[in-house]
C-alpha cells in the first residue's frame, strides 16, 4: 500500500535513530558543553522499533537506515539488524556511523545481514580531526573505514561535510582516498540544522565551488541523469571515478524527499528541520495494535507538507535556526537526536 503527501512524495525510506548519544562532540553538530539528553525510559526498545518499522514497511517504506547519536553506541546493535534483515519488505537496509566503533562490530554487522555502511570523514588529518570532533579517535575511525571496506558490504560510502576555512582544501585528497578503498565519497554542504550553532553561510562551500574546485584539478565533471530520490547528486570524473554532492543548502531536494525520521524515542519527523513531530511512542506503549499504527502514520503522512530546506533557503537567514535555550528545552531539535 503506497501513501501520498500533499505534494504526492511517497512514504519509501525511514531513517531510525537508535540513541541520541555520541561519542564525538563535532562542531557543526554538537558544538555545545551541555546538552539534554532524551530519558533512558523513553528509548524504545528494538521490539518496540521492530513494531513501528513495520507499520512503515506495509506503507511502503523498502528503505531503513540506522543512525544516532552514534548507532554503534546502542548496545547489541546487530541484534536490531538481524531482526529488520530478516523483513523481505526491506530492500535496503544501511547504517550511518562516524566509524570510531566500527572495526570491533564490522564482523557482527556483516554477519547479521546488514546491507549498506555509511562513515562520516571529514578530513584525513588527525590534528584537523581531533579539532573539529574533540576526540583522538582518527585512527579508529580510518581503521574501522578498512575493515568495513574489507567486509564485504553490498556499499560503502564516506560521507564529508565540507567547511569553508576548514576542509576546503582536501577535496582531492579526500576523493582519492575514497578511490584507493573502493567507497563512494560524497561531499554535503554544512547545513544549519537544529545543533548546528556555529553555523553561518559564509562556512558553506556550495556545490558550484566543489565543483569547480574538482574541474581544476581533473577536468571536465559529468553529472550522472538518474532518476533517485536518493539525496546525492552523482558525478563522474572523465577517468571514471563517481562521488556525489548533497546540497541541501544552496540546491534542496524537498520536491523528492520521500524520508521520514524516527528519534531514538520514537518522536516521528516529516522533514530534517520540522519544529515538531508525531509521538508513536505513545500509541505504541498503550498498546496500539499494527493497524492503528498504521491508520496513524498513513493519516499523518496525507498530511504532510513540509519542505524545510527550500523554506530555509528562500528565509533571510540572520540567526541559527534554533537557538541554544529552545535546544536546551527540547532535545528533538537537535540534528543529533533526529538522526541525519
Ligand atoms: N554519528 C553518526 C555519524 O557521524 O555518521 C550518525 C549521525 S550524524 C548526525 C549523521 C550525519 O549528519 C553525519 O554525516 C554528519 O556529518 C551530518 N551532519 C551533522 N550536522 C551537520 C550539519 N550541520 N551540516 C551537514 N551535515 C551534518
Known amino acids: ?22 561519542n564525538l562532540r563535532c562542531q557543526y553538530c554538537m558544538p555545545e558543553t551541555d546538552y539534554a539528553w532524551l530519558p533512558r525510559d523513553s528509548v524504545l526498545t528494538f521490539e518496540e522499533i521492530a513494531v513501528l518499522v513495520d507499520a512503515f514497511t506495509d506503507l ?11 548507532p554503534l553506541l546502542r548496545r547489541d546493535l546487530p541484534v536490531l539488524v538481524e531482526r529488520l534483515a530478516a523483513r523481505p519488505s526491506i530492500r535496503d537496509l544501511a547504517l550511518t556511523t562516524n566509524g570510531v566503533l566500527l572495526a570491533q562490530s564490522v564482523t557482527d554487522l556483516a554477519s547479521a545481514g546488514l546491507h549498506r555502511i555509511t562513515v562520516s570523514l571529514d578530513t584525513l588529518d588527525p590534528a584537523r580531526f581531533e579539532a573539529l570532533t574533540r576526540f583522538d579517535e582518527h585512527a579508529a575511525v580510518l581503521n574501522g573505514i578498512e575493515r568495513a571496506a574489507a567486509a564485504g558490504f553490498s556499499s560503502l560510502k564516506l560521507d564529508t561535510v565540507v567547511i569553508r576555512g576548514f576542509n576546503e582544501d582536501e577535496l582531492v585528497p579526500m576523493l582519492e582516498y575514497a578511490r584507493g578503498i573502493g567507497a563512494e565519497l560524497r561531499f554535503i554542504e554544512y547545513m544549519d540544522v537544529g545543533g548546528a550553532t556555529r553555523w553561518s553561510p559564509h562556512a558553506v562551500c556550495s556545490r558550484a565551488d566543489i565543483l569547480s574546485q574538482l574541474e581544476a584539478q581533473y577536468g571536465p565533471i559529468a553529472p550522472l541523469h538518474e532518476k533517485s530520490s536518493a539525496p546525492a547528486d552523482r558525478f563522474r570524473l572523465a577517468d571514471g571515478l563517481v562521488f556525489g554532492i548533497i546540497a541541501s543548502t544552496t540546491a534542496p531536494f524537498c520536491a523528492d524527499c520521500d524520508r521520514a525520521r524516527l528519534t531514538a524515542d520514537g518522536m516521528w519527523l516529516m522533514c530534517l528541520y520540522a519544529r515538531a513531530g508525531t509521538d508513536l511512542r505513545r500509541p505504541l506503549r498503550a498498546g496500539a495494535d499494527g ?50
Open 1 to 22: 500500500m503506497e501513501v501520498l503527501d500533499r505534494f504526492a512524495r511517497p512514504l519509501r525510506s525511514l531513517r531510525v535513530s537508535v540513541t541520541d548519544r555520541c
Open 60 to 70: 511502503g517504506v523498502d528503505r531503513v537506515r540506522l543512525t544516532g547519536g552514534e
Open 291 to 340: 493497524e492503528e499504527l498504521r491508520r496513524l502514520v498513513s493519516t499523518v503522512w496525507a498530511s504532510r507538507a513540509d519542505r524545510g530546506a527550500e523554506e530555509r533557503l528562500s528565509a533571510e537567514r540572520q540567526a541559527t535556526l534554533i537557538p541554544v535555550a529552545a535546544l536546551r528545552k527540547d532535545a528533538h531539535l537537535e540534528m543529533h537526536t533526529r538522526g541525519g
